[in-house]
């Protein structure tokens, strides 16, 4: 585990707590996997040694943004068959 890979998972989450991103967004900025961003942010090993208080505040997001993700998914479905319709 280089320190390059300390600074990844500081700048992943940190860019999640500043933008209130979810998983996808910050896959998407930083051109990885939201499976890459879920482990490197959420592993005990990971984060949680490098800085706890940063870890605590991306774990209240992703909490929020996971209970939160029927409605989005409701919302989005809408969207897309609110679209297919107009033609």
């Known amino acids: ?3 390059g890979d300390v600074y990844k998972r500081q700048e992943i989450a940190n860019y999640i707590v500043e933008n209130n991103t979810t998983v996808r967004q910050a896959a ?3 051109g990885i996997s939201k499976s890459t961003v879920h482990k ?3 592993d005990a090993d990971r984060l949680l040694r490098i800085d706890p208080d ?3 505040q991306t774990r209240k997001i992703l909490d929020v943004n996971k209970s ?8 989005a479905t ?3 068959y ?3 319709h107009d033609k």
């Open 1 to 3: 585990r280089g320190l």
């Open 28 to 30: 998407k900025r930083f």
């Open 40 to 42: 490197d942010i959420t």
């Open 54 to 56: 940063l870890a605590a």
């Open 68 to 75: 939160e993700r029927h409605i989005r998914g409701g919302l």
């Open 78 to 80: 809408k969207e897309k």
């Open 82 to 84: 609110a679209h297919s």
